[in-house]
């Protein structure tokens, strides 16, 4: 399981530690931003074994930072995850978040059903 430790915060943006269960930091993610159009997030990941934990808790932090800074709107965003210098699809695991919840959702009206 993986947290954030607030590092630094600051009126345009912030820095985030992201730790495991014993308080060992295995990666950050930060964010800046100017006004309502720009937005830019950051991140690294350090411990390759807790990738899919990352990814669950830095996309949905980011889906968040999009909706309250950019608004509704389908402005893009400037998003930069690296692990090792290889970069991470933070909005594919999103997507593959989404597409689990809904066949756990239509698993669990089937069975209802039978």
Known sequence: ??????????Q???I???????????GYIAYLYKGENDLYIMGQLDNEGEKQNFIDITSKYIDGLKKSILGSEEKEM????????????VEQGQSQDQN?????SQGQDQSQQN
């Open 78 to 89: 400037n998003l930069s995850i690296n692990l090792g210098g290889e970069a991470i699809d």
């Open 16 to 26: 985030l530690n992201v730790v495991d269960s014993n308080g060992k930091a295995v």
């Open 1 to 10: 399981m993986l947290f954030f430790q607030p590092e630094f915060r600051n």
């Open 100 to 104: 689990q919840s809904q066949n756990q």
């Open 12 to 14: 345009e943006g912030e």
